[in-house]
């Protein structure tokens, strides 16, 4: 499935290795737990309404890809630790993931961590991941229009002590994006200059 690459839409919906696109375009994975936000900030980072958002978690099935204004595919993958699916498609997705990540493509990984929840045993698994296949990766601490000044500084403090520097965003009112978007664009030139160098 392709739409107008111009527009931040969707390029692939992936659920087989055979599926993953073959335009060479380096990809940002977006992961984190189920409920985290995942669609939400998609949508705002790609300026557009392409990215489902759900009421219910655990609703994204497979790697989605969505092509931004600057080049490069957000890679969309299924949240981690929701437990309402089958262990065979739990373990279908782990492989996928393995897949992608080996792949060479993903330049950066984006670990999204709920700003309300910072002690999650299922964020330090997906960095400890991240860290052994060798992505570098940006901790985001979501939803953060949802904590008061006081609760901004304990969030803060929390998230860096165990994932280190931390970029907080809020998909609802957009505070932080721009923030997070430069911080994405330098993250992708290092890696294409480490590529080349």
Do not use: C, Q
Not at 78 to 102: T, V
Request: charged fraction near 30%; proline fraction near 3%.
């Amino acid at each position: 499935m392709k739409t107008n690459a111009s527009r931040g839409g969707l390029v692939a919906a992936v659920h087989r290795r055979e599926d993953f696109p073959k335009d060479g375009h380096p990809a940002v994975a977006v992961v984190g737990r189920s409920n985290v936000g995942k669609s939400s900030l998609l949508n705002r980072l790609l300026g557009s309404v392409s990215a489902r958002v759900g009421k219910t978690p655990g609703k994204t099935r497979g790697i989605y890809f969505y092509a931004t204004r600057e080049g490069h595919h957000f890679a969309d993958l299924p949240g981690a630790g929701y437990a309402r699916r089958s262990r065979e498609e739990r373990e279908g997705w782990a492989r996928l993931a393995d897949e992608l990540f080996g792949s060479g493509r993903v330049t950066l990984a984006l670990r999204l961590i709920d700003s309300r929840v910072t002690d999650s045993a299922a964020d330090v698994e997906i960095r400890d991941y991240l860290e052994n296949a060798g992505i570098p990766s940006l901790a985001v601490a979501t939803k953060w229009d949802r904590l008061g000044s006081a609760e901004r500084v304990r969030a803060r403090r929390a998230i860096e002590a165990g994932h280190g520097a931390v970029w907080p965003v809020s998909a609802k009112t957009g505070e932080g994006i721009d923030e997070l978007r430069r911080e994405i664009r330098r993250s992708i030139s290092r890696g294409e200059e480490r590529a080349h160098g």
